[in-house]
């Protein structure tokens, strides 16, 4: 089956509104030319998110949020509705990154509320999932991630659930220097598409999407996104960068 590709640039709190608009158009001006075989995703602050569609608007790049709240308005200081994240012209929002379960201290309950809302939004959740350290060398990776999977997805529709992206990222792997093989990373989304089989079916596992995000640079793309099973990255600090993040989008 073939599914779509996407590669994108979670770039975190990093950069203002000028920066982000300047990268934003550095990374188009590299991307420019033949259409890529790919979704490209840039996901600035909520700060950047109006300069950066300005300064990517007429080209195939796409724009992401990185969170959300449940509630579609209300007396909810600090927080962002699925509505305004639309009206800014967003098409997908990240959920349950690895430093809103672990940093912030989300839990299951809130995130699965979170995607819920994405979905009703209009908007693709790229919902997160991946397990600690201390996980892997327990033996318990994959029971951490079905947790996760079970409390994020449990109850939607096939529907519903085939407009959720999937990102597979290993927290031991994120900014330690430290990095999980493709063996490693194929077989976590070997898993993953197994569960999604047990969730929804067969049909809609295989058409789900499922990224790997867990320190993807230029000098490991490749062989990454040359396992079977994974459909494209969600890239952290290499989107920064965006000579390297085109070459990751160019790995595929």
């Avoid at 996760?148 to 096939?158: A, F, W, Y």
């Avoid at 990095?179 to 070997?190: F, I, L, Y």
Wanted: with cysteine; proline share 6%; hydrophobic share 45%.
């Amino acid at each position: 089956m073939t599914r779509p590709k996407i590669i994108a640039g979670n770039w975190k709190m990093n950069l203002d509104h000028i920066e982000g608009a300047a990268l934003a158009r550095a990374v188009r001006d590299r991307l420019s030319g033949p259409a890529r075989p790919c979704e490209v995703v840039l996901i600035p602050p909520f700060t950047s998110l109006e300069a950066v569609a300005g300064a990517i608007e007429g080209s195939p790049l796409r724009i992401g949020a990185q969170d959300l709240w449940y509630e579609p308005s209300g007396a909810f200081t600090g927080e962002i509705s699925a509505s305004m994240l639309a009206a800014l012209g967003c098409r997908y929002v990240l959920i349950g990154h690895s430093e809103r379960r672990h940093v912030i201290g989300e839990d299951g309950t809130l995130l699965s509320r979170k995607l819920r809302a994405a979905l009703a939004g209009g908007l693709f959740p790229i919902y997160c999932v991946g397990e600690l350290l201390e996980d892997r060398e327990a033996g318990n990776a994959d029971g951490v991630v079905e947790r996760q999977l079970r409390e994020g997805l449990g109850g939607l529709e096939p529907g519903d659930a085939g407009r959720v992206v999937i990102a597979y990222e290993p927290v031991w792997a994120i900014g330690t220097g430290r990095n999980a093989t493709p063996e490693d990373a194929g077989a976590m989304h070997q898993a993953i598409r197994r569960l999604l089989a047990d969730l929804f079916g067969e049909p809609a596992a295989g058409a789900a999407v499922i990224l790997y995000g867990g320190s993807v640079k230029p000098d490991n793309a490749r062989d990454l996104l040359s396992r079977e099973g994974i459909d494209g990255a969600l890239v952290g600090g290499a989107s920064l960068d965006p000579g390297s993040f085109a070459a990751i989008v160019s790995a595929l």
